[in-house]
């Protein structure tokens, strides 16, 4: 099955992330820091960190499921400035509970150094996913 998140988030293809690998336990995201993922500073955008967990999250919560999981509640820290190309967000799954899944999401840039920390949680709903 493909992953729903790959094949129908459209601000994850306009940020040019890669959904690297998805489970239910894990998944790895990446994307590139361009031109236009760059805050004034020159250096990564705290949105579009944002929108890599987000994806990371929603690619391994939705990953092998019929029915779609929504976004209940995220925190997040920045810890460092992204400055090397590519971002990698990796979501480990904390909680997989029959209606409440939580996931605590890495990134790292492209140097390895530690960017952001979060954790996310997810509401199961009954909602059935398009194909």
Known sequence: MTNYVAK????????EMTIETATPEYSKVTMPIT???????GVAHGGAIFALVDVAFGSAANAAKTS??????????????GTVSPLTAEAFVVRDGKHILNYDVKVHDGSGVLVARSMCAGFQTDIPLPD
């Not at 129908?8 to 940020?15: A, G, S």
């Not at 031109?35 to 500073?41: A, D, R, S, T």
């Not at 976004?71 to 997040?76: D, N, P, T, V």
Request: net charge positive.
């Open 35 to 41: 031109e236009n993922h760059k805050n004034g500073m």
């Open 8 to 15: 129908h988030d459209k601000l994850m293809r306009y940020l």
């Open 68 to 81: 779609g999981v929504v976004s209940l509640h995220s925190s997040i820290e920045f810890l460092r400035p």
